[in-house]
């Protein structure tokens, strides 16, 4: 599995930080961006990238994504096929996210996390399994029909056909 991260400036120390862990720990890291810290970027290019990244190869990658509040990147993320981001502020939230919605996304805000918060929300994110609960799956299901009627104009440049997703 990889992960996809990106930040923008208001969360860019807590990627580098959350980077480090997860390479520390052997995980497959690969960074959208931004590479530096840029004071003028903006949160939607980089929130972009994860999210295409996970729509196109959503069952063996993951993403994380960062800025100031956390909400702009997540409302990004969102908007592409195959990904169901959290936005998360406590390990119980990350893991409820997991078990409960399968997400493949995961949204921080910088601004009221410190490093050892983001460090235990990350952690339990990506060592939480999906339940496979019959509920959880249906309502997956209802979630990916949603995005089918609402992708349909979309959906030669998107996989969003589900049949063949066992998972679910």
Known sequence: MVIYIASDHRGFKLKEHIKSVLKERGYSIYDVGDETYNEDDDYPDFAKKVGEKVSVDFERS???VICGSGVG????????????????????????SRTDDDSN???LGANYLD????????LTWLQTPFS????????????QEAEAEIFDSQATKFDINHDNDSRY
């Open 105 to 107: 996304v995961l949204a």
């Open 132 to 143: 496979g609960e019959e509920r959880h799956k249906r309502r997956i299901r209802k979630i």
């Open 73 to 96: 990147v997540d409302i990004i993320a969102n908007k592409y096929p195959n990904v169901r981001s959290a936005l998360t502020a406590t390990p119980d939230q990350a893991f409820d």
């Open 62 to 64: 993951k993403g994380i």
């Open 115 to 122: 490093k050892e918060q983001a460090e235990k929300i990350v």
